[in-house]
């Protein structure tokens, strides 16, 4: 499976001669996210849901509750699962099989996010120390690939997570499910040098590097990862940093 | 072990170094008889070993491309490297860790002249005590330069973090476990540019400011230990001409 297609020089040059001028192919300034919607609630049979689209980007995002064994080192404390499937509907070049490694990175960096940050208070999932606590699984399903899967995903994620509303689980006694914050991934690539949000998939095509990094609402960093082959300087990171942290609170308005 | 009281005492970690110091470190170059390039390293408690084999045909051929070899990279955890034995087999950890330290590497590493080819890079993790995955990297630098693989640089890498409100270099695995922050950073030392980033945790931006000097400061302490491993093997000494 891959992320990254094939790309002839004719568009690559295209789109690297653009950035050159601080423009882009679809005319977004660089500082611009396509257009964002957040849908919730549409899957009934799950305990949140949410469908995140940025521009043609959609990804849905299930939360269910299950009662499960916690872990030995927090005995008390709820459990948090990330999983993440690039099924072959949203894109040609995804193929069936095991999670491989881009669902894999994606899964584990939106679960940072969320992890991190403390989003959940996972210490309020208890039920009965060592033996029970309540398993929150985020499950997040590719539809429609057009690059910026991970800012998609995490934002879809934490949507759901903020659409649960008191779980109707046997057992349930909290009043209502314990989400806190609302962590925002924003991935900023880098062509030629020019740093842009939210990249398509032709410009993610075409990026030396890719850099995501998550804040909170206090505009702190709880999760950055950076892709992509190439390389950044200290000075890109931190301008990086000051694109995330402002495009953090547009996002974020989505989630009401 | 449970969690320690504190993390830091008198400006001092619990195994008494300041917060701007490393480890002790000990890379050794070309350690292994078969690979093409090898290396070992020693960070802390930590033992790890890299193995390089190519630029060689690459299998399966269908992953071969006519302009560029392909870099592959495996970071593997031994069953008996950590307190509860792990499972042996890649997991989701283990895979997300080979593509980040392949994408560390992919900047550095001329590619372009072995079209068709494949250059392997494989991590064993035999001892884990926090940052395994930066002391790989450094192991794995040594041995692509020990294979004769034409490179841009080495790769340098190391661990910050916050533990108890401080900016500390190159954590342990109790600093890891109960400390607020980890971000390891991998680093071109000539270029100083970043080739590998990762973080979880809690910093302001500040301190995510100090965290990166520090890291940076680091890595060119690696850097040195690096080349001196590869002069050991290769230059020659006055008493054997």
């Not at chain 1, 005995?75 to 894109?91: C, D, K, T, Y």
């Not at chain 1, 690059?147 to 934002?155: E, H, R």
């Not at chain 2, 590493?109 to 072995?114: A, E, H, Q, R, W």
């Amino acid at each position: 499976m891959k992320m990254y297609e094939l790309v002839s020089t004719v568009k690559r040059d295209y789109i690297v001669d653009l950035a050159r001028q601080g423009k882009r192919t679809d005319a977004r300034a660089l500082d611009q996210y396509r257009e964002v919607s957040v849908e919730t609630g549409l899957i009934e049979n799950a305990q949140g849901s949410a469908l995140v689209k940025i521009g043609n980007t959609q990804v849905l995002a299930g939360v269910k509750i299950q009662r499960g064994e916690p872990f030995p080192d927090t005995p008390s404390s709820g459990v948090l699962m990330v999983n993440a499937e690039l099924r072959p509907i949203a894109s040609p070049t995804f193929e069936l099989g095991p999670p491989d490694e881009n669902s894999i990175e994606l899964a584990r960096v939106v679960d940072r996010g969320i992890r991190e940050s403390e989003a959940i208070d996972l210490d309020k999932l208890g039920i009965t120390p060592d033996e029970e606590v309540w398993m929150v699984y985020i499950d997040l399903h590719a539809l429609d690939y057009d690059g910026n899967l991970i800012d998609a995903a995490s934002l879809a994620a934490v949507a759901a997570l903020w659409n649960v509303k008191k779980p109707q689980v046997e057992g349930w006694t909290l009043d209502e499910f314990p989400v806190v914050k609302k962590p925002v991934a924003v991935t900023v690539a880098k062509i030629d040098g020019k740093l842009m949000v939210d990249p398509s998939l032709d410009e993610q095509n075409v990026m030396d590097a890719r850099l995501t990094i998550t804040t909170t609402e206090d505009d702190n960093i709880c999760a950055m990862q950076k892709g992509g082959i190439g390389y950044l300087t200290v000075e890109e990171i931190k301008a990086a940093y000051e694109l995330a942290r402002i495009k953090a609170a547009e996002l974020r308005k989505h989630l009401g | 072990m449970g969690k320690p009281e504190k993390l830091i005492v008198d400006g001092k970690r619990l195994d008494g170094r300041g917060p701007d110091e490393l480890r002790p470190l000990k890379i050794e170059a070309g350690v292994l008889k078969r690979a093409d390039g090898s290396a070992y390293v020693e960070l802390g408690k930590n033992k790890v070993l890299a193995a390089v084999y190519g630029p060689r045909e690459l299998h399966p051929r269908h992953l071969q491309q006519p302009d560029t070899a392909i870099l592959r990279c495996r970071y593997n955890m031994a069953p008996f490297s950590v307190d509860e034995r792990k499972r042996p087999g890649p997991d989701r950890r283990s895979v997300e860790i080979s593509k980040v330290i392949r994408e560390a590497f992919e900047p550095v590493v001329f590619t372009k002249l072995y079209p068709r080819s494949g250059i392997d890079v494989f991590i064993e993790v035999l001892q884990a005590d926090a940052g395994t995955r930066t002391a790989g990297i450094n192991a794995a630098a040594v041995a692509l330069a020990d294979a004769g693989v034409p490179m841009r640089d080495l790769v340098s890498s190391v661990a910050v973090g916050k533990v108890d409100d401080m900016i500390v270099l190159d954590l342990t695995k109790d600093e890891d476990n109960y400390g607020t922050t980890d971000m390891p950073i991998a680093m071109l030392p000539r270029k100083k540019v970043i080739t590998l980033l990762q973080m979880d945790g809690h910093f302001t931006p500040e301190e995510f400011e100090r965290a990166i000097e520090l890291a940076m400061k680091g890595c060119e302490q690696i850097y040195e230990a690096q080349k001196q491993a590869l002069k050991a093997k290769y230059s020659t000494k006055p008493e054997e001409e």
